[in-house]
């Protein structure tokens, strides 16, 4: 019976695989500048472009559909390009894998920093999901995944639990979970339960850890723990620099780095604003 739940979601799972046409990235990263961003314990989301990753976005009500993380150079591991894989990840269909950076060149992408991890406890993180690499995807629980065939309007109350697909083996695992349980290993905060207790000394909150499978990928963007680091920005961004489309070239910056955008609006005088559609990749 097990044989054939996992033969029917696999079938399901390559479906919700497939890329959706059409799918154009708003703002697109650089990937020059991911890399040179990027360090070991961060967390890289993604707006991915297939058909799961649109029902994940309807459920969390979030730009992100999945979440990879990043982990450094894993030994020797590299594509047939040379290219060396440094994230590790969750994959419907495919389970847990390592993955080089320009799998995600082209999506738009967020990393979200935990701050103050210390080294220790980052290189456990770390190890901890390089360890999983090989680990199975959770299609167990056929009729979980069959859900995401359906995105009907669900109650705000429900859409966690919809995400959250639980066969109870622990080498199946989800996108989120795997990174949740990882900072869950040294105890690292990402949305936990707060308790308050009133006394007359003082009030206390107790944090509580969530059960892994409850996490989604914007769980991170939105948590008090981890920081928002825009690529742009920590490479040095100077508003200065940026070449308009609509100036004429000998009017643009010489030594500008920053690319051409292409759909500045042509400027009005008769209003303070500068142009709208000056979009970088964060």
């Known amino acids: 019976m097990s044989i054939a739940l996992d033969g029917l979601g696999h079938l399901i799972a390559r479906y919700l695989e497939r890329p959706v046409d059409g799918y154009e990235p708003f703002t697109p990263s650089d990937p020059e500048a991911l890399r040179a961003t990027l360090k070991p314990g961060d967390v890289l989301l993604v707006e991915g472009n297939s058909h799961i990753s649109g029902v994940i976005k309807y459920l969390t009500q979030s730009t992100w559909s999945h979440a990879a993380l990043y982990v450094g150079r894993i030994g020797d591991r590299e594509t047939a390009g040379g290219e060396p894989l440094t994230l590790v990840e969750a994959n419907l269909g495919e389970g847990v894998v390592a993955a080089p950076l320009s799998k995600y060149g082209r999506f738009h992408t967020r990393i979200c ?33 069959m859900r995401y065939l359906f995105p009907l309007p669900v109650p705000q109350r429900w859409r966690r639990r919809m995400i959250a697909m639980g066969s109870g083996d622990p080498t199946r695992i989800i996108c989120s979970a795997l990174i949740a349980q990882a900072f869950e290993l040294v105890r690292y905060p990402i949305l936990p339960k707060i308790t308050r207790l009133d006394s007359e000394a003082a009030r206390e909150e107790i944090l509580e850890i969530r059960h892994s499978s409850l996490y989604a990928p914007r769980d991170f963007d939105i948590s008090p723990y981890f920081e928002v680091v825009k690529p742009t920005i ?22 500008g780095a920053l690319p051409l955008i292409e759909d500045a609006a042509p400027l009005d005088p008769g209003h303070a604003a500068g142009p709208a559609g000056a979009h970088q990749g964060a």
């Open 234 to 255: 920590s490479n040095g961004f100077d508003y200065r620099r940026v070449q308009w489309a609509d100036l004429a070239p000998a009017a643009r910056s010489k030594d």
């Open 113 to 145: 920093r935990p701050i103050g991890l210390s080294e220790e406890d980052c290189a456990r993180v770390c190890a901890f999901a390089a360890e999983r690499i090989g680990f199975d995807y959770d299609l167990k629980n056929i009729i979980d995944l």
